[in-house]
């Protein structure tokens, strides 16, 4: 099987915070139909508040615009998992360590159609 890693950056304004869904199999030529296999948000690029469709790997960003307050920056489960992913600061900061989850851990997890 292929591997295939991606790198996304983009500068964000100061005052910024949002949600980003790690996705597979995309083709967004579809006119609204499902564009992804995993993490699809009703077939649009770029989801606009919407959620992608779990199991979703998902990065939570919030800029706070003021140098007195923190950032903050997580990687989440959440939604489930589908990619391993990483998030880091640009140009690298002592006070923040890379976050992310790089283990396959759709063994691990039991199915969600398991009972208690």
Same mark, same amino acid.
């Given at each position: 099987m292929k591997s295939l890693q991606?790198?996304?950056?983009?500068?964000?304004?100061?005052?910024?915070?949002?949600?980003?869904?790690?996705?597979?199999?995309?083709k967004f030529d579809s006119n609204?139909?499902?564009?992804?296999?995993?993490? +699809?948000? +009703?077939?649009?690029?770029?989801?606009?508040?919407?959620?992608?469709?779990?199991?979703?790997?998902?990065?939570?960003?919030?800029?706070?615009? +003021?140098?007195?307050?923190?950032?903050?920056?997580?990687?989440?489960?959440? +939604?489930?998992?589908?990619?391993?992913?990483?998030?880091?600061?640009?140009?690298?900061?002592?006070?923040?360590?890379?976050?992310?989850?790089?283990k396959n851990l759709n063994g691990?997890?039991?199915?969600?159609?398991?009972?208690?």
């Amino acid at each position: 099987m292929k591997s295939l890693q991606a790198e996304l950056q983009f500068v964000a304004p100061w005052l910024w915070n949002g949600r980003i869904w790690a996705r597979t199999g995309c083709k967004f030529d579809s006119n609204w139909q499902p564009a992804c296999e995993t993490g +699809d948000c +009703d077939g649009r690029l770029q989801c606009n508040g919407l959620i992608g469709k779990p199991p979703a790997t998902l990065v939570q960003v919030a800029f706070q615009g +003021d140098k007195g307050k923190p950032n903050f920056y997580d990687v989440s489960l959440v +939604d489930g998992y589908n990619l391993p992913v990483s998030a880091a600061t640009q140009p690298f900061s002592l006070k923040c360590t890379i976050r992310g989850c790089s283990k396959n851990l759709n063994g691990l997890v039991p199915s969600r159609t398991s009972s208690c």
